[in-house]
């Protein structure tokens, strides 16, 4: 069974601290590793996806990172905006289903 | 931007109710799902659905739920007998074909049992 594990649970940042969220994985054969971010009563917001380990993408402060049994999302500079929880998540050849991580809960202070 | 639209934001219901819960994927996707989070929990899979059928399922969407593409648009959930375990966020989500897939979640609809 496919598994998830982030940490921390939670983190604290002063505003333009950068920082690093883990993902580590255990997958049948990984067809796709997916960053989402969810605020407060959301559904989860699409941020990446990663599909072979060496991959690497960026959007504006994020950027995440693939290896064979984990995956970092690199924030830098962040602002208080980028507070949020970030999920992890995997799919695998087999199914269709994401198994989601519980989820770093990122707070910027000002 | 495209998006997955949930109605309603939040239903209140009574144990042994019947609940329906509405989504709206986005027009071209070809692939629906329904998830569940429980408060403080993670989300949890229930249902994938493409083709007009179920293609796979969880443990937890037993014989109480049940899902329907009643037409072009519509994809939505039904839980015949609802308990209080029912109470959770639930979400819809939609995605295309192709390599370069994301998954694509509403706002969800918030369930309360009571």
């Known amino acids: 069974e496919d598994q998830v594990t982030q940490s921390p649970e939670a983190l604290r940042l002063q505003e333009g601290e950068s920082s690093s969220l883990n993902c580590s994985y255990t997958?049948?054969?990984?067809?796709?590793l997916f960053w989402y971010r969810q605020d407060p009563g959301k559904g989860p917001e699409f941020l990446f996806t990663l599909y072979s380990a060496g991959e690497e993408k960026e959007k504006e402060r994020l950027k995440a990172t693939l290896t064979k049994k984990e995956s970092f999302l690199h924030i830098t500079a962040p602002k208080p905006e980028d507070s949020a929880t970030y999920l992890c998540a995997v799919t695998n050849f087999g199914n269709e289903k994401l198994t989601f991580g519980t989820g770093t809960r990122l707070t910027i202070i000002p | 931007e495209p998006e997955v639209t949930q109605t309603p934001s939040h239903q209140v219901t009574q144990m042994g109710q019947e609940v329906i819960l509405r989504c709206v994927p986005i027009?071209?996707?070809?692939?629906f799902y329904w998830y569940r989070q429980i408060l403080g929990q993670k989300v949890e899979f229930l249902v994938s659905f493409y083709n007009n059928e179920i293609s796979e399922k969880s443990e937890i969407f037993d014989d109480q739920f049940s899902v329907e593409r009643p037409d072009g648009s519509n994809f939505t959930l039904k839980i015949r007998s609802t308990k209080l375990e029912d109470s959770a966020m639930y979400f819809c989500?939609?995605?295309?074909?192709?390599?370069?897939?994301?998954?694509?979640f509403g706002s969800g609809t918030r369930l309360t049992v009571v």
């Open positions: 027009s071209n996707h070809l692939y």
């Open positions: 989500a939609s995605r295309d074909q192709g390599r370069s897939y994301g998954y694509t």
């Open positions: 997958v049948s054969g990984l067809r796709g």
